[in-house]
């Protein structure tokens, strides 16, 4: 059986979920195939790509600040806490992610990047919505 790398490497690569690391400038350096179906790019085409790709653009300057921050401090609350945001696929149409982070170290303890753990969550959202909506309608007739 090949080593512990080569595992961890195809698990990561082939998981559903997508992964994505990122280095301190926002550039995609990894993008697994789990990044492709969720998002709609190729690893050719994400990979060298600035994370802003995935981003709505009305998100864009909001998250680069929170990033920036991130890389300056190295500290961030959603390696265990999950963040939940709107995202943009190839095509333009948006969905729901949610996500935790890892902050990637080298062997200063400087980060180099973030890697995400991130999971689409369209389909829950959209039916939590429709059900937000027809409880505001029931309670508006019952009231």
Not at 59 to 67: A, I, K, M, N, P
């Given at each position: 059986m090949p080593g512990n790398d080569w595992l961890a490497?195809?698990?990561?690569?082939?998981?559903?979920?997508?992964?994505?690391?990122?280095?301190?400038d926002e550039v995609i350096r990894l993008w697994n195939s789990g990044a492709e179906v969720m998002f709609?790019?190729?690893?050719?085409?994400?990979?060298?790509?600035?994370?802003?790709?995935?981003?709505?653009?009305?998100?864009?300057?909001?998250?680069?600040?929170?990033?920036r921050k991130v890389m300056e401090t190295g500290v961030t609350k959603y390696g265990r806490d999950l963040l939940a945001v709107p995202a943009t696929r190839k095509d333009?149409?948006?969905?729901?992610?949610?996500?935790?982070?890892l902050l990637v170290r080298d062997g200063n303890a400087?980060?180099?990047?973030?890697?995400a753990i991130i999971r689409d969550?369209?389909?829950?959202?959209?039916?939590?919505?429709?059900?937000?909506?027809?409880?505001a309608e029931l309670e508006a007739k019952a009231g």
């Open positions: 490497s195809k698990i990561v690569l082939e998981t559903q979920d997508a992964v994505i690391f990122a280095d301190r709609g790019y190729t690893a050719t085409e994400a990979v060298g790509q600035r994370l802003p790709l995935i981003i709505p653009e009305k998100l864009r300057q909001r998250h680069s600040d929170g990033y333009g149409t948006r969905i729901s992610i949610e996500f935790t982070i400087a980060v180099q990047g973030a890697a969550v369209t389909k829950r959202w959209q039916e939590e919505r429709a059900l937000r909506a027809r409880l």
